[in-house]
């Protein structure tokens, strides 16, 4: 008897079947979905001589990021998963992610790479969470960014191309809860 209540009590899903159940989720709208940007070249930051203005001075996507970030668009829109708008880092590699995916993108700077400016993190985070408190009503909110700040704000730290989805307007401390991550169509 002792054996059989533990084997119960214990209660896997599989990876497949979890994000299945995060799709399902995000089809009725009202949350957020935090992108980390596509594939890029391999490295860590951005190079020297990195100019926020200059696409050639930082780390961009490649062939495969951007035909991940078209497909990333593709199969959302399959899986009949509503976006109502879309912010994204000023980065390149982010707002590259973001127009692929999704046509257009709002540029914000909260969003931006925090990962060789971390005195600039506490505040960057501040103004996401005070969006995040706010319920989205219609459709999903989709914000385009890097790993640092989705691993500052949620303790997850996402592949490139990786959505991690977010319920608002909850009474968590921070107003949000994390209902789960994947990446649409694997």
């Known amino acids: 008897m002792l054996r059989l209540m533990l084997a119960t ?16 989720q995000l089809k ?15 490295g860590v930051g951005d190079p020297p001589g990195f100019d926020l203005k200059n696409c050639k001075t930082q780390r961009n996507l ?12 593709i199969t959302l829109k399959q899986l009949g998963i509503p976006v109502a708008a ?14 692929l995916a999704f046509g257009d993108a709002r540029p914000w700077s909260a969003l931006d790479n925090t990962f060789k400016t971390p005195e600039r993190r506490p505040q960057q985070m501040r103004e996401i969470r005070k969006l995040l ?10 914000l385009v960014t890097h790993g640092v700040n989705i691993l500052s704000l949620t303790g997850i730290s996402p592949a490139e191309g990786a959505v991690v989805a977010l319920r608002t307007g909850t009474r968590t401390g921070d107003g949000y809860t994390v209902i789960g991550q994947g990446i649409p169509g694997r």
């Open 28 to 42: 009725s709208g009202g949350h957020v979905l935090l992108i980390r940007h596509a594939v890029t070249d391999p």
């Open 86 to 99: 879309v912010r994204s880092s000023r980065w390149r590699r982010s707002l590259e992610t973001a127009r």
């Open 133 to 142: 408190a706010q319920p989205v009503s219609v459709g999903n909110l989709v």
């Open 62 to 73: 490649n062939a495969a990021g951007r035909e991940d970030a078209r497909q990333l668009g």
């Open 9 to 24: 009590a214990c209660v896997w899903t599989s990876p497949a079947r979890a994000a299945a159940d995060l799709w399902q």
